[in-house]
């Protein structure tokens, strides 16, 4: 009879034609209302294109060098100035980035790959064969990494590939941990009965069951460790067990800044800032991740 | 509480035998000898300091020598600082270590647990950005450039703090800050995690709506799980903070444990670094069943896990 | 309501930061002044000494130290290098071919009370030969007749080596052949003396673990005696009051304090606690000289900065390439811009300064040279240059150089030249294994005489590590020794290194400078070519005497 019951037929259709939500949708929903999330996706966006695919748009190469102009200020020709020997700095940031992010990602997937495989494995097969994996992870947890990474690093140097995974080995082990404990829960969750019960195969049901449902703390994980390797990667750079010269990651391009930034300080700037900056995005993302998939986090 | 106890004890020598031994070939692996200098040495005087040391004895006897040496307490000499023991060694820095390590640590904790819970319980306000961007400041700037940062400011600039060496109090101040700072971020963004899990559970929506006061919540009801994750990290942390600290001592030149860490690494100096790892790992070991105590008292349930 | 439970803990925090901030602020004595008062020096010593044993230390950071604690035959002059300063000998004579030395000691006291005698010196020197103790420096001393032999093995028994203890106060050291310039060689500290009771308390002469060197048992015969030690915090000399000279010595005491940062150090010496700083950072030099030009000293340093060329390794086995790459480099653009402390660009292996050696003046910038000889060995243009690669050990500074070593022969050159890093030991390996195309390197003369740079390059020794070899270099070295005038060996040493020059199995890059910043509360601290200085001679006046407070 009013308006109010023709209006909401419409309404009941429509919602009659929309399929269930799933986690995913949900999460999707939830992270675009992080505003600080979203914020930080863009950035970090906006810091990949530029690494990546700034150098290409700049004038200047990155190894050239000038040895008559030396350390300079940002100027119209060098917008964020030069280094001690003449060479651009936004480029070097640039390519910097390059390699710390590639360093990150690339340390982040070794790592990943695995964390995942040993950390399900284990929470799968559960048992004494669980304890001492777990017992294992335990072991090398108890080992001091800076004595280590230096060593592996001494040992591997000359390689960047190498490198990713020395950083990746000694990054695994949070990721293993994380994972056991999401397949145990899961475990006991009565899909997998099912799936045992239909005689899937332990490989079939690890990698389509029970990895997918993992995947969402693996994500949040993946995203901190990006940032923890970039550190890492800095700290290796101090000690000078880093990247080989003349390519630059940030790690070494803030440690260049860092001993002379009271007379060159957009030295010291730059590279931190960009760095600081790409390390708050990925963790404020990891942070939006990790609210959204969270199905209790949800504000009422 | 004591089979428990003297279990985990049990399965710590064990971890650290497996440790010792993971150590041993790693550092056996790596090419570079302590005895290498820019100077080339007669191979005569080389193969008598390697006869010293026990260098040119097969590696299966030198293994199973230290180790049985270890068990004694006996670390051995350094290879490269003559008429020094490792123990000697360990014993300057150790203290340093520790005490720039609590004191740290406890700056941590009254920065970052506080922000963590105000963080957590102002939920997507100001409240919650700005404390969570500046503690994420705190892990984003590595240390080796918040360190420099500081003893510039304070040290030369404004020149209100010393800013290197470990000759009294006021030296503690910026090297604890530098280090302080960054753990203090890891703690407030766990314990914003902790109190947000224990803020959403259904009991919780329950008793407010039975009208229980949001501060009796808080503090009386959260509180204790909230802190569950921060105190995990503490074991670690500690450890951490006392081995790893190496740039802070490097800036701020403090005697302390860290530097021996990259140094006997660097130098291939085999019973220091042994001596050193054994160390750390039984830090660790002892850091995390405290942890694991103080976790079972404060959250009885997990007795049965 | 809830904020209110945090303000406590802000508010203690806060508290505690501004009670000790205003507690070291405002109106404190600076550290340099009071040191001063008392006499003390302060001193920035690089890296923590790995021992102060003389037979085992092998780094500088240990002689500046064990230079303030023991006193050899001769000791260090404050000023000129080349006039012997008498130390626990008082007079000397040699024979007419220089190779019999004859040392009269003077009376003079160990730390613990024992008198210094002749037959400690042969007691001395017979433990650093001792094969079994395995001393890294003994090389040194194998101008002694028989003393390599004694310390290979070959002879066991000391007598026949040629240092003799006439009585207690004479000793008489024969050599394997002329060498006039044996004063020089012995103010180096693997020939200082040890005292024996120490030494044979703890642990025997052999004993590599020996206790003898620590705090506690310590026993010299030099300026100062040990006070404490901490280690990579400080290590603090006082006066000894059983010196010969005690009289003549001004200071109180010294601070050696191993700093390892350059920036660190930089940030102490600012903030008044050193008097010397060990090092300065080469990017600040200008900017030092604009702020406290008084307070930077730059002074010549004997040492070589060159690149070493496996010549094993195609396409360096043509010595056309090696003098080529050489040429093409401009090394006052590199000293000026690139290293920046005052160096003087290489035109030689040998560094000036070394009294009646004139260095060598053949290695200049020559790009057309350079691109003729290239052109010549096969590459014109640098076409078809196979990639080649510099080996440098983890450092900004050899970095920057590297870099612009590769820049400079990319354009002068055309040729692409790749730079890779190692890690200290491992670097050190792959030179001595010849794993490398072009490898960093650096020397540091052992006394000022040229022969401790020549002798480097002889087939197979030791430190030569670039496979280079030729007999008639090796035949120049060895007649050096055997030489019958100064003059003619000079021109031997000469000829020695035209040679080398010639074949230029290294690239001469630069030769070193000592770079530091002084106190100008400091006297008597004259640049040496080797930094050796007597710290009987330094003396500190403190400006609240001076002027007015």
Redesign the interface.
């Known amino acids: 009879m009013t308006d109010a019951p023709v209006d909401a037929a419409p309404a009941i259709a429509e919602d009659a034609l929309v399929e269930g939500s799933s986690l995913w949708r949900d999460a999707r929903a939830r992270l675009k209302k992080n505003k600080v999330a979203v914020g930080s996706l863009f950035g970090f966006a906006f810091i990949f294109l530029f690494c990546f695919v700034g150098p290409f748009l700049s004038p200047y190469d990155a190894n050239v060098q000038d040895l008559f102009s030396g350390a300079e200020g940002p100027s119209a020709e060098h917008w964020f100035g030069t280094d001690t020997l003449g060479r651009d700095l936004m480029v070097r940031v640039m390519e910097g980035g390059r390699i710390s992010l590639l360093v990150g990602l690339v340390a982040t997937v070794v790592a990943l790959a695995i964390g995942v495989i040993y950390g399900a494995t284990a929470g799968y097969v559960g048992g004494k064969v669980d304890a001492s994996m777990m017992r294992f992870v335990d072991l090398l947890y108890a080992l001091p990494f800076t004595i280590f990474v230096i060593l592996l690093m001494v040992a591997f140097g000359r390689s960047l590939w190498l490198m990713f995974v020395a950083i990746g080995c000694v990054e695994w082990l949070s990721m293993a941990r994380i994972v056991r404990s999401g397949v145990l829960s899961l475990k006991k969750q009565e899909f997998v009965e099912a799936a045992v019960s239909l005689g899937y195969s332990h490989r079939r049901i690890i990698v389509r069951h029970l990895i997918p449902n993992v995947l969402g703390p693996v994500i949040v994980i993946a995203t901190l460790t990006v940032p923890a390797v970039m550190l890492l990667e800095a700290f290796l750079s101090f000690l000078g067990l880093g990247v080989q010269p003349p390519d630059a990651s940030w790690g070494v391009l803030i440690n260049e800044g860092q001993t002379n930034m009271e007379i060159y300080p957009w030295l010291l700037m730059f590279p931190a800032g960009f760095f600081a900056a790409t390390l708050f995005c990925l963790n404020f993302i990891g942070d939006g991740l990790r609210d959204a998939l969270d199905p209790k986090s949800a504000k009422d | 509480m004591l089979k428990f106890v003297a279990m985990r004890l049990l399965q710590g020598a064990f971890v650290l035998l497996g440790i010792y031994a993971v150590t041993f070939l790693l550092v056996a692996a790596t090419p570079g000898s302590p005895f290498s200098s820019e100077r080339a040495i007669a191979p005569e005087i080389l193969a008598q300091i390697e006869a010293f040391y026990g260098y040119d004895r097969p590696l299966g006897e030198r293994f199973l020598t230290s180790l049985g040496n270890f068990v004694q307490g006996d670390f051995g000499p350094s290879a490269v600082y003559a008429n020094r023991t490792v123990t000697q060694i360990i014993a300057e820095s150790f203290p340093v270590s520790l005490k720039l390590g609590s004191i740290s640590l406890l700056l941590a904790l009254l920065l970052g647990v506080p922000a963590g819970i105000l963080a957590a319980v102002k939920r997507n306000t100001w409240l919650d950005y700005v404390p969570m961007s500046v503690s994420m400041a705190g892990i984003c700037l590595p240390t080796f450039v918040m360190g420099p940062l500081l003893a510039l400011v304070f040290g030369l600039i404004l020149q209100w703090l010393p800013v290197a060496g470990w000759y009294g109090p006021e030296f503690m101040i910026l090297p604890a800050t530098t280090l302080g700072l960054y753990y203090g971020a890891y703690f407030a963004r766990l314990t914003r995690g902790g109190m947000l899990e224990m803020l959403n559970q259904d009991w919780v929506r329950t008793a407010r709506a039975k009208g229980v006061a949001e501060s009796t919540i808080i503090w009386k009801h959260c509180l204790k799980g909230g802190l569950i994750p921060a105190i995990t990290f503490l074991g670690p942390a500690l450890a951490g903070i006392i081995s790893g600290s190496f740039v802070v001592e490097t800036i701020f030149q403090i005697p302390g444990l860290g530097q021996w860490f990259v140094r006997a690494a660097l130098n291939r100096d085999d019973f220091l670094v042994l001596g050193l790892t054994v160390l750390f790992a039984a830090m660790i070991v002892v850091m995390n069943l405290l942890v694991d105590i103080v976790q079972v008292a404060l959250n009885p349930r997990l007795k049965y896990d | 309501?809830?904020?209110r439970?945090?303000r406590p803990?802000?508010g203690i925090?806060i508290a505690a930061?501004f009670g000790?901030?205003l507690?070291?602020?405002g109106g404190g004595v600076p550290e340099t002044e009071k040191a001063a008062r008392e006499g003390i020096l302060l001193i920035g010593n690089g890296t923590?000494p790995?021992?102060l044993?003389p037979h085992?230390a092998?780094g500088v950071p240990e002689s500046s130290i064990m230079r303030a604690l023991l006193e050899g035959l001769i000791a260090t002059h404050p000023t000129n290098d080349l006039e012997p300063e008498p130390g626990m000998a008082e007079s000397w004579e040699h024979n007419e071919d220089f190779s019999v030395w004859t040392f009269h000691l003077r009376d003079a006291l160990w730390s613990n009370g024992d008198p210094v005698l002749a037959s400690d010196f042969v007691y001395s020197w017979q433990r650093i030969l001792s094969?079994?103790?395995?001393?890294?420096y003994?090389?040194m001393l194998y101008v002694i007749k028989n003393a390599e032999a004694f310390?290979?093995?070959e002879i066991e028994d000391f007598g026949q080596v040629g240092v003799k203890a006439l009585d207690d106060k004479t000793l008489q050291v024969t050599l394997q052949g002329s060498t006039p310039h044996f004063l020089s060689m012995i103010k180096h500290s693997s020939y200082s003396p040890v005292n024996p009771r120490a030494v044979e308390e703890h642990g025997g002469m052999t004993d590599?673990?020996?206790?003898?060197?620590?705090l506690e048992n310590f026993a010299g015969n030099g300026p100062f005696r040990l006070k404490s030690w901490?280690?990579?915090?400080v290590i603090e000399v006082e006066r000894n009051p059983h010196y010969w000279d005690a009289e003549t010595v001004k200071l109180n005491g010294i601070r050696f304090?191993p700093?390892?940062?350059?920036?660190?150090?930089e940030?102490?010496f600012?903030?008044d606690?050193l008097h010397l700083t060990n090092t300065v950072?080469p990017?600040?030099i200008a900017?030092f000289q604009e702020i406290m030009p008084d307070k930077l000293r730059i002074s010549p340093y004997l040492g070589s900065y060159f690149y070493r060329l496996n010549v094993t390794r195609e396409p360096l086995t043509d010595a056309r390439v090696r003098r080529a790459l050489t040429l093409a480099l401009d090394r006052q653009?590199l000293v000026e811009?690139?290293t920046k402390g005052g160096q003087a660009p290489a035109s030689g292996l040998v560094p000036q300064g070394i009294p009646g050696y004139g260095a060598s003046t053949t290695v200049q910038y020559d790009p057309e040279e350079a691109r003729r000889l290239l052109a010549e060995a096969g590459y014109p243009g640098g076409q078809g240059f196979p990639e080649v690669e510099i080996m440098?050990n983890?450092?900004?500074a050899h970095?920057?150089i590297?870099?612009?070593i590769?820049?400079l022969w990319r354009e002068e050159l055309g040729i692409t030249v790749g730079?890779?890093?190692?890690?200290?030991?491992?670097y050190?390996?792959s030179q001595?294994n010849l794993d490398y195309d072009i490898a960093r390197a650096?020397?540091i003369g052992d006394f000022v005489y040229p022969s401790t740079f020549t002798d480097m390059f002889t087939t197979g020794?030791?430190?030569n590590?670039t496979g280079w070899s030729n007999p008639r270099y090796d035949a120049l070295v060895a007649r050096s020794r055997v030489a019958e005038s100064e003059e003619e060996r000079m021109a031997i040493f000469h000829g020695a290194e035209e040679l080398l020059l010639e074949e230029m199995p290294i690239i001469p890059i630069y030769w070193y400078t000592r770079v530091l910043l002084q106190d100008p509360r400091v006297h008597g601290w004259y640049p040496k070519l080797l930094d050796a200085h007597h710290y009987k001679y330094v003396w500190l006046e403190p400006e609240g005497e001076a002027g007015g407070q």
Do not use: H
Request: glycine share 6%.
């Open positions: 309501m809830f904020l439970k945090l803990s802000l925090l930061i000790l901030a507690a070291s602020c923590e790995k021992t044993d085992l092998t094969p079994t103790l395995g001393a890294e003994a090389p310390n290979i093995g590599r673990q020996s206790g003898w060197s620590t901490v280690t990579n915090q304090y700093i390892d940062n350059a920036n660190t150090e940030t102490m600012r903030n606690r950072n990017d600040k900017y653009l811009r690139v440098i983890t450092s900004e970095r920057k590297a870099e612009a590769q820049a730079i890779y890093n190692q890690e200290w030991k491992v050190l390996d001595s650096g020397w020794n030791g430190n590590d």
